[in-house]
């Protein structure tokens, strides 16, 4: 069964500052997605960025980019010029390729508490 | 533009009372939908997934139960609540064009007393 590690429970970083949330994962299949999710107060998840494993190139939105690496199973979210409405609780998940069995179940990580300092 | 509602946002219900929870999306057709729970500080546990009307996928069996009544509507039912089923209860939507990316909804905040 695939896992998903988030080894920082908080983090935190000063307002218009550089953080990195790391994530790791262990699978055995070749052909997946992995996000990161943002759960602000309101608890809402909300989508902040997708890697396709099949993609060498690291995804990109805006102030948010990941650093994907594949043979080390690691996929770090980096956030610049962190802005206070980045404060949330950040979760990485994983979703197999395989979709024969119908099922697209997300794998997530406990979660990183980010604090931003004004 | 696709959205997705959840009602209620927030209930309080003595245990042994049953439960209904809706979720309903817009903007899309025929979407895999999906039922999560999330107990306070933990991650979030997929309950339930649906690919089509009537077909239901249970991830982990419990006191809960899922329907799909609509296309674009999915219902998570108990008959008689537990303290445990306490949590916030998500749901999601994805669609086979968008990479089967997970959107989720607002939520629902059950409190079971």
């Known amino acids: 069964a695939q896992t998903v590690t988030q080894s920082q429970p908080e983090m935190s970083v000063q307002e218009a500052e550089t953080v990195t949330l790391s994530c790791t994962y262990d699978t055995s299949e070749s052909d997946y997605y992995l996000f990161w999710y943002k759960q602000p107060p309101s608890r809402q998840m909300i989508l902040v960025i997708r890697q396709e494993a099949y993609k060498q190139q690291n995804a990109t939105e805006n102030r948010f980019s990941v650093n994907f690496q594949k043979a080390a199973k690691s996929f770090s979210l980096k956030i610049s010029d962190s802005q206070l409405g980045d404060a949330a609780m950040y979760f990485c998940?994983?979703?197999?390729?395989?979709?024969?069995?119908?099922?697209?179940?997300?794998?997530f990580g406990k979660g990183t508490k980010l604090s931003v300092i004004p | 533009s696709q959205t997705i509602h959840q009602w209620p946002a927030t209930l309080v219900q003595p245990v042994g009372s049953p439960l209904s929870l809706e979720c309903t999306v817009e903007g899309t057709s025929n979407p895999n939908l999906y039922w999560y729970r999330q107990a306070a500080g933990r991650g979030l546990q997929l309950l339930f997934y649906s690919v089509g009307i009537g077909q239901i996928s249970s991830e982990v069996p419990q006191n809960l139960s899922a329907s799909r009544p609509q296309d674009r509507q999915f219902i998570l039912s108990s008959k008689k609540l537990l303290l445990s089923d306490s949590g916030f209860y998500l749901c999601a939507w994805s669609v086979m064009n968008l990479q089967e990316t997970q959107y989720f909804g607002p939520g629902t905040r059950l409190l079971v007393l």
């Open positions: 998940a994983y979703r197999s390729g395989d979709t024969l069995a119908g099922s697209y179940q997300l794998t």
